[in-house]
């Protein structure tokens, strides 16, 4: 399986991001990391080799991107306020840094987000929130509203609320989502969620997929065994849907 490590220095982050990329061709598969992970964990957890089968016969090209959360949502030296900007900041790292490098390094058209954990969060609000970039998203294990708690996670923000904060949280936004041309791009994306029955989350994911349904944007919630917000779970989860 071709595997290759690459890095730059990020003017917008103003640090070295770091990046694995696996395949040679295929649809863009832009995966990011779970909850403070790195961009190596789906290597170590044998996420990858679950898709080695499709990696190798070209239909995927898989970018594990790091992740940037101690320096966003789960900084503790940051007002919630500069938590969410932090935010945004890695969402211009992606979208005018990450992007771009996939776009040169394979011609494939076809993008698409995925990720586990707060990696889920990650990538369904970027495919939301900028219709037209990716032609699938892929959430599992996902909480899909940071800023309230539920059972053991907290509100990240703190009780904080702006409109940044809004604009990103699926949650807050997707019921007052009513400008046409937006809705009608993403009810062209191929959305994907999985969630275990027994997960704290289950109940937000399916909030998320009728918010989604209720707007005309078709999706599909898979509710699996158990808990199933692991390793485990999660590399039979991205041999079935990526």
Request: hydrophobic share 40%.
């Amino acid at each position: 399986m071709d595997r290759e490590y690459t890095q730059w220095y990020s003017p917008v982050l103003q640090k070295n991001m770091e990046m694995l990329i696996f395949g040679y061709g295929g649809a863009s598969v832009l995966f990011f990391p779970a909850r403070m992970g790195r961009f190596y964990d789906y290597e170590n957890w044998r996420v990858i080799e679950a898709l080695r089968h499709k990696i190798e016969s070209g239909y995927i090209q898989v970018y594990c991107v790091d992740s940037f959360d101690t320096e966003s949502f789960y900084s503790s030296g940051f007002h919630p306020s500069m938590k969410i900007s932090r935010h945004i900041q890695y969402e211009e790292y992606i979208l005018g840094e990450v992007m771009p490098y996939m776009d040169v390094k394979n011609p494939n058209s076809f993008k698409i987000a995925a990720g586990c954990s707060l990696g889920a969060y990650h990538a369904v609000n970027i495919a939301l929130r900028h219709p037209g970039v990716f032609n699938k998203v892929v959430g599992m294990s996902g909480r899909y509203d940071l800023a309230s708690k539920i059972g053991h996670y907290e509100d990240l923000l703190e009780g904080y609320w702006d409109e940044n904060v809004y604009f990103n949280m699926p949650l807050q936004y997707i019921p007052n989502l009513t400008d046409a041309d937006k809705l009608e791009i993403l009810r062209q994306l191929y959305i994907v969620l999985a969630v275990g029955k027994e997960d704290v989350l289950l109940e937000n994911n399916q909030i998320l997929s009728n918010l989604l349904t209720s707007k005309g944007i078709s999706n599909s919630l898979y509710i699996w065994d158990n808990e199933a917000h692991q390793a485990r779970a999660w590399r039979q989860m991205v041999a079935n849907y990526l």
